[in-house]
């Protein structure tokens, strides 16, 4: 088992939709929680970050982090054709050494 | 805003050779990490340098090595080069007193293995 797991969809929603997308991880060490955004054949691009628990908002996305249940969420409102890519939720420990662990990517695409 | 940059952008090899890929970090970063991305997979972390001295090794195979110099640029080199290791390679940096996830990907290099 992975420890990070994430559906990879495809998801293909309407534009203007929300968006909901998740996670679940099995290592408690487990301290900060990233969404990463990649386009095709890009790098991934750093979208939000949390540390522990709770929420956090940056325009029109939101990420969630209950780790009692050990699960993430981002949440993306009045989505866009250009949101069109791969979500990919990541996962460290506090140590700034620490890696990333990734999950294995969510494709979305919004329909114009 | 500066970004990472990776070099090459694309390199063609064949079994059995050796490749050379190049990471520089954005000015000021003093942490790089090297990541590997097959078909369809998520970025496998593979090796980690902060201020020249390795701090974290993941699933690097015994055939690939790799250095940060004094300026900072990092370098990874592959050998026996092998069908199973065409994939994209990343490079991220990110800043001193920053979060471990708060990690800046470059371009990456597509390393296709004939």
């Known amino acids: 088992q992975k420890e990070v797991e994430q559906d990879p969809g495809p998801l293909s929603v309407p534009e203007g939709a929300i968006v909901s997308l998740n996670c679940t991880y099995s290592?408690?060490?487990?301290?900060?929680f990233m969404w990463y955004r990649q386009y095709s054949r890009k790098g991934p691009e750093l979208l939000m970050y949390?540390?522990?628990?709770g929420n956090k908002e940056d325009g029109r996305f939101t990420a969630q982090v209950d780790k009692s249940s050990k699960y993430i969420s981002l949440f993306i409102r009045d989505s866009q054709p250009s949101d069109s890519a791969t979500y990919l939720c990541?996962?460290?420990?506090?140590?700034?050494?620490?890696?990333?662990?990734f999950g294995s990517g969510t494709r979305l695409s919004i329909r114009p | 805003a500066a970004g990472v940059i990776q070099s090459p952008r694309h390199l063609i090899k064949e079994k059995r050779e050796t490749a050379t890929l190049k990471c520089y970090p954005i000015?000021?970063?003093?942490?790089v990490y090297w990541y590997q991305q097959g078909p369809g997979q998520d970025p496998q972390f593979l090796i980690s340098?902060?201020?020249?001295?390795?701090?974290d090794k993941g699933s690097i195979p015994d055939r690939f090595s790799a250095q940060q110099f004094s300026d900072y640029h990092s370098e990874l080199n592959m050998s026996s080069l092998e069908l199973g290791d065409s994939a994209l390679y990343f490079c991220?940096?990110?800043?001193?007193?920053?979060?471990?996830?708060?990690?800046?990907f470059g371009p990456g290099t597509r390393l296709t293995v004939t």
């Open positions: 949390t540390y522990s628990s």
């Open positions: 990541a996962m460290s420990g506090y140590s700034s050494a620490s890696k990333i662990i």
């Open positions: 991220a940096s990110r800043r001193p007193g920053t979060t471990p996830g708060e990690q800046y």
């Open positions: 290592n408690s060490a487990f301290q900060y």
């Open positions: 340098f902060y201020e020249k001295m390795q701090s």
């Open positions: 000015p000021r970063h003093d942490t």
